[in-house]
């Protein structure tokens, strides 16, 4: 396993991989020392996107993922979210009905996502709109963030 450590807007992030493909992107305690290890090609080429992301100038992720765990209803679902653009959401209705499931079983296998941000589960809302749940960095705040970031109306938390 080889990891990458790079500082965000939304706080300090790990990303991992088995070698071949991405297999999860974490976010660190702050004041955590940054690794500076030896990396690999995909988990270098990991930071360099999310860098890019954060800096406005990549809005979609080329990057080769691997999904570790998780069942087919699960793999489902992260696939769909993969497919929704830059800058719009789709409902947990949505990709329910995309999927044959129910909406608080996609609610489920976004707080399980392993890959956040390049796998955009923040992208995935209520039926009304509303940012019901985040499980990266500081929660819904976060969320939040990274939409208004991807709308252009990036703010403070």
Request: net charge negative; charged share 20%.
């Amino acid at each position: 396993m080889s990891t990458s450590d790079l500082d965000s807007p939304t706080g300090p992030i790990r990303v991992f991989s088995d070698g071949g493909a991405l297999v999860g992107i974490t976010w660190i305690e702050p004041g955590t020392v940054l690794v500076q290890a030896e990396p690999d090609a995909v988990s270098r080429e990991t930071a360099a996107q999310l860098a890019a992301y954060f800096e406005g100038r990549l809005t979609a992720f080329d990057l080769p993922v691997r999904y570790r765990g998780g069942s087919t209803f699960e793999r489902a679902i992260w696939d769909a979210m993969r497919a929704i653009p830059w800058g719009e959401t789709k409902t947990y209705g949505d990709l329910a009905t995309l999927t044959d499931g129910v909406a608080r079983a996609v609610g489920g296998a976004c707080g399980r996502n392993p890959i956040p941000i390049v796998v955009p589960c923040h992208r995935v809302v209520g039926s009304d709109g509303r940012l019901v749940g985040f499980s990266g960095g500081a929660g819904v705040a976060t969320k939040q963030w990274l939409l208004d970031f991807e709308r252009g109306q990036t703010r403070l938390f």
